[in-house]
């Protein structure tokens, strides 16, 4: 799936972007795109994210670097003749036009005739379960209705990559993962290229091959949805995506990968060291609440355990949320499965905790 | 269905409807005792003075009142009878009345609207006559010849009712001739019909520069960032703030035969000194006055239009393959139309209605409309003033109708 | 409240009518100058005389707001100031009160009143306050010495006196001016402009400097388009250019040929609510004294015979008035009194036939 430099579909190469000449907004970017690839870029505001997706539709220029899209360098190539469809969060459906005018728009401009821009505009619609409303103006439809529509003209004139601006930012929790799934299903029957933008990490994981963890005008890490959950590479990403409880420490043994912490009150635990080099680094060691395991049995034999105390049992219906303090810190979160044979937790209780040393990770110290 | 909800009651067995008007009745009538103070002072300070002035443009009894007996004497003769000796008693009787009354003048020239040069019949007529004797017709021919032309006389049938569309007939440049038929007035005495329609050709020209200024102005405004745009704004909104007469003045400064922008053209050497161009006195001057002073009338109303037009529809545009031009034709475009039409309107209206201006630097040809109205003001000619005034509103009126049936006025956008 | 703020309030508040105290009258007027000329030669003694004080009201011409009183019922004004031509035609429509000549006071010689005013110059309703005349006007500095423009037809010679040309815009004065360039004179005016001809020969005549004139409307833009070097030569009012040339020193001469003088003086509208007060007034500023008095301060010619000998120099200075008014009789040698008679029967059609001729081009 990882394109090489040479085949990328679109590459991102030195990109440096800066609005004002005094701060980058996007810090040395490089990025590549295999074909048919679905790519998230995902980051809080401010992280250059969508900097880097106007760059590529061509509202913004970058102060450095390249940009190539299908192998030719696209930097001075104007927006109408890219040939890539976006989807914008608002919709930006044209107001004066119906939903069939606005869809035939993108193919009056490439001069389509009549016939063949009807058929196009009717599969597109169909394609978006949108058949009937080609005669309704945007003011008349709902946020879903408006995004499919939006979804079916970026799409209409067989774009080879479609750019989308957090295209389901507007909608409701349901409607949002509904269109998700669309989406991801338009995405794999048509074969296009999409680059998606959104600051929902749940719909980044949902939907994409890959996803660009984007800060700071960097891009932290760039990886499968499930790499980047189990295996965060820093600890910005770590915080980032999904839940995390985080163990300040010191190594105490460093041995290839496996690494042992001290804890602050002095404890042991297992670890697997990611971002630590020396023996005596500061280290934050992040686990996730599904992975701390608390009954013995579970534990890999010769791991260390520590001591815990349950504060707080939160019934959740399919899973049971634990807090607890362990090693001075009350925020420690362990999620267990609500099943019929699971050890019953009460507050006050006092139990010991492990996990498997490759679910903890030591990180850097941010 | 709607049986069922009249037959809705409330807790104590009232009538629901009826709860509901009475429970409204308060709030409504408080609402319509705070509009009540606006509702007054438009109805005193806006309708009834057109209605006054719609009024006055029909009616006129400055003759009619002074007449009793030759009205009768037209009552009983039909429209075309020669005037016999009967009439012209009629009308010594009432040129006696008018020397008591000393409304001689005032008949007259109500009469000399119509017929050129007959104010001074009546004033002198009057003058004797007390001392006229029978037979009429022949001691008031003595007087002066003209009193059996028809021109005056049917002038005078006219005029006997107050009720009349004389001034109409002048405002269109037309006028009787002896047999009572609508003609056109001589070529070098046409001039109100003919000024009508330059007013609002040059009001369009006026609207045109104006929108074709302010549209990269008002979008310039509308993506700069808002400290920005409120100091352009200041700038926009500075003919506001300054007095008619004083911008008039500075463009006189400017734009004269000795003025600025001839001596800086003269210094570069692109025209000769005898070759000064002639911007002010003249329709050039009126225009580019009144394009200054009327800029700001549509730069308003379409940046606040721009303003919300959100930036992704341009880009949407461009990003689905249209060059920028065809992005501003299909897409930008329309979307300001509601803010077009605002500024179109208002900037032509306020044109038509402009007197002040081209008063001051229109010189001969530069005269608006207004100007004539204007100028029966100054004359005491309230009726013609009024008559010209309502063409004037009739006009407006109409291309207000025409926006609303090509554009719609639902889709006005001011502000 | 003493009489100056009254009076500099009710100028500040220019044609709004204030209520006028008991015993106050209300005097309509030009303001400007003229008003100020008043204030000092009339208004100002009078009240000091008389005990009667002076509300001072400004309008562009006060015949137009007095009209709209008479005609409402609603009369502030007690005396003002009226051109002739305006005093005859609302005399005639009875909205002005008949003023009885034989109570002025007689002339400082002794003279009769009748007999004191110019000739033609009493009217039923009207008694007159000044002359002034309606002239072609010129900077003396544009001109070689010797070559100054010197007579009425050079106004209308643009090949011998090439430039702009200031124009009254008004058919009064220009028609008759277009006709004594055109050579007829003075007394043959109104005959040959009473026919059909006559008109087109004045229009013809006009003609000749349609693309060379500016116009002008206000009596202070003659001056200013002289000063700017916007026109060669301008018709003007002669006080106004007297005005430049005194007071600010401006080398603008007045070409004393073929001018048109009119005067205007003091009315009682129907109805003025102090009307005895205001023939007080009247009787006091047309007296010879006052009026000679007013024609120092400002150079419209009194219309007094006996007046003409007491004028002296032009106020606060050592130039003597009299040259520069135009009753001075070396002024009068081709000189056209206005017709009041002519203008309110054929304004109408004239006024229209000029408009259309400036609106064509």
């Given at each position: 799936m990882v394109a090489s430099r040479d085949d990328a579909f679109v590459s991102f190469e030195h990109v440096q972007k800066s609005y004002d000449g005094e701060t980058l907004v996007v810090k040395d970017l490089n990025l590549q795109l295999a074909k048919g690839e679905f790519l998230t870029m995902l980051g809080p505001s401010g992280s250059g994210k969508t900097t880097c997706l106007m760059m590529l539709a061509g509202f913004e220029t970058a102060t450095h670097g390249e940009i190539r899209l299908d192998g030719k360098p696209i930097n001075q190539v104007p927006p109408h003749k890219r040939g890539i469809g976006m989807v914008f969060q608002n919709y930006a459906l044209f107001p004066h036009m119906t939903v069939g005018e606005n869809l035939s728009f993108p193919l009056e401009v490439r001069g389509m005739g009549k016939s063949e821009r009807e058929e196009k505009i009717k599969r597109a619609l169909d394609m978006v379960?949108?058949?009937?409303?080609?005669?309704?103006?945007?003011?008349?439809?709902?946020?879903?209705?408006?995004?499919?529509?939006?979804?079916?003209?970026?799409?209409?004139?067989?774009?080879?990559?479609?750019?989308?601006?957090?295209?389901?930012?507007?909608?409701?929790?349901q409607l949002r993962e509904h269109m998700q799934f669309e989406i991801k299903h338009l995405h794999e029957s048509l074969g296009i290229t999409v680059v998606y933008v959104t600051h929902d990490q749940g719909e980044a994981l949902t939907m994409s091959d890959r996803v660009a963890v984007f800060n700071d005008g960097r891009i932290q890490q760039l990886a499968p949805p499930a790499e980047l959950y189990e295996r965060p590479d820093n600890s910005f990403v770590a915080g980032f995506i999904g839940e995390n409880n985080k163990l300040p420490g010191v190594i105490e043994e460093l041995n290839g990968d496996r690494a042992v912490v001290r804890l602050e009150n002095g404890e042991l635990i297992d670890a697997t060291a990611v971002n630590v080099q020396a023996k005596g680094d500061k280290t934050l060691v992040s686990i996730r609440p599904e992975r701390v395991e608390f009954k013995p049995e579970l534990i890999p034999a010769g791991a260390h355990t520590i001591d815990a105390?349950?504060?707080?049992?939160?019934?959740?219906?399919?899973?049971?949320?634990?807090?607890?303090?362990?090693?001075?810190?009350?925020?420690?979160?362990?999620?267990?499965?609500?099943?019929?044979?699971?050890?019953?937790?009460?507050?006050?209780?006092?139990?010991?905790?492990?996990?498997?040393?490759?679910?903890a990770r030591a990180l850097d110290m941010i | 269905m709607s049986d069922v909800a009249s037959q809705l009651t409330t807790a104590d067995g009232r009538p629901l409807k009826a709860a509901l008007a009475s429970a409204q009745a308060r709030a409504k009538r408080r609402a319509f005792f705070l509009v009540l103070p606006l509702l007054l002072f438009i109805l005193i300070s806006f309708a009834v003075p057109i209605g006054q002035m719609l009024q006055r443009s029909v009616y006129n009894d400055q003759f009619s009142k002074s007449v009793p007996a030759l009205s009768q004497w037209f009552a009983e003769n039909p429209k075309g009878t020669a005037p016999d000796e009967a009439a012209f008693a009629a009308l010594a009787s009432d040129l006696v009345l008018m020397k008591e009354t000393r409304a001689a003048g005032d008949a007259g020239t109500r009469i000399n609207y119509v017929v050129s040069g007959t104010r001074s019949m009546f004033t002198k007529a009057a003058?004797?006559?007390?001392?006229?004797?029978?037979?009429?017709?022949?001691?008031?021919?003595?007087?002066?010849?003209?009193?059996?032309?028809?021109?005056?006389?049917?002038?005078?049938?006219?005029?006997?009712?107050?009720?009349?569309f004389d001034f109409y007939t002048i405002a269109f440049d037309l006028e009787r001739?002896?047999?009572?038929?609508?003609?056109?007035?001589?070529?070098?005495?046409?001039?109100?019909?003919?000024?009508?329609?330059?007013?609002?050709?040059?009001?369009?020209?006026?609207?045109a520069i104006c929108l074709v200024l302010a549209f990269p102005i008002a979008h310039l405004l509308a993506t700069l960032p808002m400290a920005k745009a409120n100091l352009l704004m200041i700038l926009v909104l500075l003919p506001f703030w300054t007095s008619l007469l004083v911008r008039t003045t500075s463009w006189i400064v400017l734009l004269q035969g000795q003025g600025v922008v001839n001596d800086i053209l003269v210094a570069l050497g692109i025209i000769g000194d005898d070759g000064r161009l002639q911007m002010i006195y003249n329709q050039t001057g009126t225009i580019i006055a009144m394009v200054h002073i009327l800029l700001p009338f549509m730069v308003l109303p379409l940046y606040s239009v721009m303003r919300v037009i959100p930036v992704s529809y341009t880009r949407a545009a461009r990003s689905l393959g249209a060059t920028s031009w065809t992005t501003f034709r299909r897409i930008y475009l329309p979307q300001t139309i509601p803010g077009i039409g605002a500024?179109?309107?208002?900037?032509?209206?306020?044109?038509?209605?402009?007197?002040?201006?081209?008063?001051?630097?229109?010189?001969?040809?530069?005269?608006?409309?207004?100007?004539?109205?204007?100028?029966?003001?100054?004359?005491?000619?309230?009726?013609?003033?009024?008559?010209?005034?309502?063409?004037?509103?009739?006009?407006?009126?109409v291309l207000y109708w025409l926006y609303d049936r090509l554009i719609g006025i639902d889709k006005l956008k001011l502000g | 409240?003493?009489?100056?703020?009254?009076?500099?309030?009710?100028?500040?508040?220019?044609?709004?009518?204030?209520?006028?105290?008991?015993?106050d009258i209300t005097i309509m007027s030009w303001g400007g100058s003229y008003a100020a000329a008043e204030t000092e030669s009339y208004y100002k003694p009078f009240t000091a005389e008389t005990g009667i004080g002076v509300v001072s009201v400004d309008a562009?011409?006060?015949?137009?707001?007095?009209?709209?009183?008479?005609?409402?019922?609603?009369?502030?004004?007690?005396?003002?100031?009226?051109?002739?031509?305006?005093?005859?035609?609302?005399?005639?429509?009875?909205?002005?009160?008949?003023?009885?000549?034989?109570?002025?006071?007689?002339?400082?010689?002794?003279?009769?009143?009748?007999?004191?005013?110019?000739e033609g110059t009493l009217s039923e309703c009207m008694v007159p306050n000044d002359i002034y005349a309606t002239a072609v006007a010129y900077d003396a500095s544009k001109f070689a010495e010797g070559a100054a423009p010197s007579s009425i037809a050079d106004f209308f010679d643009t090949e011998k006196f090439p430039g702009k040309r200031g124009v009254l815009k008004s058919p009064k004065v220009v028609l008759e001016m277009a006709l004594m360039a055109d050579g007829v004179p003075a007394d043959e005016v109104y005959d040959v402009l009473d026919t059909d001809e006559g008109v087109d020969r004045a229009f013809a005549k006009l003609d000749t400097i349609k693309g060379d004139a500016i116009y002008w409307e206000a009596g202070?833009?003659?001056?200013?388009?002289?000063?700017?070097?916007?026109?060669?030569?301008?018709?003007?009012?002669?006080?106004?250019?007297?005005?430049?040339?005194?007071?600010?020193?401006?080398?603008?001469?007045?070409?004393?040929?073929?001018?048109?003088?009119?005067?205007?003086?003091?009315?009682?509208?129907?109805?003025?609510?102090?009307?005895?007060?205001?023939?007080?007034?009247?009787?006091?500023?047309?007296?010879?004294?006052?009026?000679?008095?007013?024609?120092?301060?400002?150079?419209y010619g009194t219309p007094r015979k006996s007046a003409a000998p007491l004028v002296g120099n032009v106020f606060g200075t050592d130039i003597p008035m009299a040259p520069n008014l135009p009753t001075y009789p070396e002024n009068m040698t081709n000189a056209l009194a206005s017709s009041a008679e002519f203008w309110v029967d054929r304004e109408t059609e004239l006024g229209e036939r000029f408009n259309a001729w400036l609106l064509a081009n």
């Open positions: 379960q949108m058949g009937a409303f080609a005669n309704r103006r945007p003011a008349q439809m709902s946020g879903g209705q408006q995004q499919r529509i939006a979804l079916a003209r970026a799409l209409v004139f067989d774009p080879k990559l479609v750019l989308m601006d957090e295209p389901l930012g507007a909608l409701d929790k105390e349950v504060l707080e049992v939160i019934y959740m219906g399919d899973i049971l949320r634990t807090r607890m303090r362990v090693a001075g810190h009350d925020e420690f979160v362990v999620k267990c499965r609500n099943t019929i044979d699971q050890m019953p937790l009460t507050p006050g209780q006092r139990i010991r905790i492990g996990w498997n040393p490759l679910d | 003058r004797g006559a007390d001392k006229l004797e029978p037979p009429f017709m022949e001691a008031m021919l003595e007087l002066d010849e003209d009193w059996d032309n028809p021109l005056v006389w049917n002038a005078m049938r006219s005029a006997a009712s107050p009720w009349t001739d002896a047999d009572g038929k609508l003609t056109k007035v001589d070529e070098t005495q046409r001039i109100y019909f003919r000024l009508f329609i330059k007013t609002f050709l040059i009001a369009g020209v006026i609207t500024g179109v309107l208002l900037v032509f209206i306020l044109a038509v209605g402009y007197y002040i201006t081209p008063a001051l630097v229109g010189g001969a040809d530069g005269q608006l409309f207004s100007n004539m109205v204007q100028f029966h003001m100054t004359k005491a000619n309230w009726s013609m003033a009024a008559a010209l005034a309502t063409m004037l509103l009739v006009g407006v009126l | 409240m003493n009489k100056k703020t009254l009076l500099a309030l009710t100028t500040a508040f220019g044609g709004l009518a204030l209520p006028a105290l008991a015993e562009d011409n006060p015949a137009t707001p007095v009209k709209a009183q008479v005609d409402a019922g609603n009369v502030t004004t007690d005396v003002a100031l009226f051109l002739i031509s305006d005093a005859m035609r609302l005399c005639d429509e009875g909205q002005l009160m008949p003023i009885d000549a034989s109570l002025l006071p007689d002339g400082a010689d002794g003279t009769p009143a009748e007999e004191d005013f110019l202070a833009q003659p001056p200013q388009l002289l000063a700017d070097g916007e026109v060669v030569m301008t018709m003007s009012y002669n006080g106004r250019i007297f005005n430049a040339a005194v007071n600010e020193g401006k080398p603008f001469e007045v070409l004393w040929d073929g001018q048109v003088y009119e005067w205007e003086g003091y009315v009682i509208p129907e109805g003025a609510p102090n009307a005895e007060a205001a023939m007080e007034y009247i009787k006091y500023a047309t007296s010879s004294e006052q009026s000679a008095s007013f024609s120092e301060r400002i150079s």
